[in-house]
């Protein structure tokens, strides 16, 4: 097992700080591990998981090993999970490819965090079944639909910011897999044709261009990377970034959200943009509540908070692992960085090496 350190930002945020948001998200979570986005309010697994990892950089890993329990007891049969779940159970039975998939981004980060080779051996079947599910709604194109009905029905479009996502939980999976001494070749594939999907083919998805995650996630999934990773952070910055607030969450509205500018924080981290990067994270403790929380959003320029004055779980989480990647200084600080992930099979190399790295 590896020694708990929990990163700070200097003059920034400091390590109690961090342990405070975990604490706060800690305080929300049920008896039965599932971590709603506030109290009374209903979960959804990605950012259940979010939450899950948030708790284990702050040091509560048995919080966030009942997180992980709450998913493994709350699988379906076929590997997937619901939408939405509130306290008595399923509020929203439809399914979410990008939802259902991101578990192995949370065991894999649990795993690169504790050194818990046990952990990671007792999802492995879990994490399997969901990255089943998950491919088997991949298009010829490499594009992921991104809903599923819970009567099978496939929904009708696959959407950039989801695939984005998915494209991430492959390459976490199957680094889990190498680790444990698995062959999956086919999840490597799977993972080059999305990649490609994601980052040449924006016809292959809905068009929701007014959203900030759909302009960053394919650089935060590492499916862009380097140069272009750059240009595209450079393109839209204008539109989505207020100047000493944050990102907005639509580029034509001025309602700016703690979690996308904490997740923009990452993208521009991953694409060498730190100085961009380190701006953007003193701007979102703007949002910090006296207990370590965070505000959801708020609309300029009446500095209201919305909605309704919310503080969520998921946003403290992404303000923890955003400190995490910045403080450059735990196991899992590069992450999403794609520090040790594989990349999946490279498309436009006609031989292809399924093992390289970005």
């Avoid at 965090?113 to 969901?130: I, K, N, Y």
Wanted: with cysteine; net charge negative.
């Amino acid at each position: 097992m590896r020694a708990v350190t929990v990163p700070e930002v200097r003059g920034v945020l400091s390590a109690p700080d961090v342990v405070a948001t975990a604490e706060s998200i800690a305080a929300v979570q049920l008896a039965n591990g599932m971590i709603p986005w506030f109290p009374g309010g209903h979960a959804d697994p990605w950012n259940h998981v979010e939450a899950a990892m948030a708790l284990t950089v702050g040091g509560l890993r048995a919080e966030a090993e009942r997180a992980y329990q709450w998913l493994v007891d709350t699988q379906h049969p076929d590997g997937s999970w619901c939408m939405y779940y509130l306290e008595a159970g399923v509020e929203q039975p439809r399914r979410d490819t990008n939802v259902c998939s991101y578990l192995a981004v949370g065991t894999w980060h649990h795993f690169l965090h504790s050194g818990d080779t046990g952990f990671l051996e007792s999802m492995w079947p879990v994490v399997t079944r969901a990255l089943e599910f998950v491919l088997g709604f991949q298009e010829p194109g490499g594009e992921i639909i991104w809903s599923v009905e819970p009567d099978g029905t496939r929904g009708r479009y696959a959407l950039l910011t989801g695939s984005s996502s998915v494209y991430f939980s492959l390459r976490c999976a199957v680094a889990a897999a190498e680790q444990l001494g698995q062959e999956r070749p086919d999840w490597e594939l799977a993972a080059g044709r999305l990649a490609h999907a994601v980052g040449c083919c924006p016809e292959a998805f809905e068009p929701k261009d007014r959203w900030a995650m759909d302009w960053y996630y394919p650089v935060l999934s590492g499916a862009l990377v380097g140069a272009p990773a750059r240009a595209r952070m450079a393109e839209r910055w204008a539109q989505f970034v207020m100047d000493g607030r944050g990102v907005r969450c639509v580029s034509d509205r001025p309602w700016v959200t703690a979690a996308e500018t904490a997740e923009c924080v990452m993208a521009l981290d991953a694409a060498g943009l730190g100085h961009e990067a380190l701006r953007l994270f003193d701007w979102v403790q703007a949002f910090r509540h006296d207990d370590g929380s965070y505000w959801t959003g708020c609309v300029y320029p009446d500095g209201v908070h919305f909605p309704g004055g919310e503080r969520s779980t998921y946003t403290s989480a992404a303000v923890v692992l955003a400190a995490d990647t910045l403080a450059g200084t735990g196991s899992t600080a590069g992450l999403f960085r794609g520090e040790g992930l594989p990349a999946g099979l490279d498309l436009s190399d006609p031989v292809g090496d399924p093992t390289r790295h970005p």
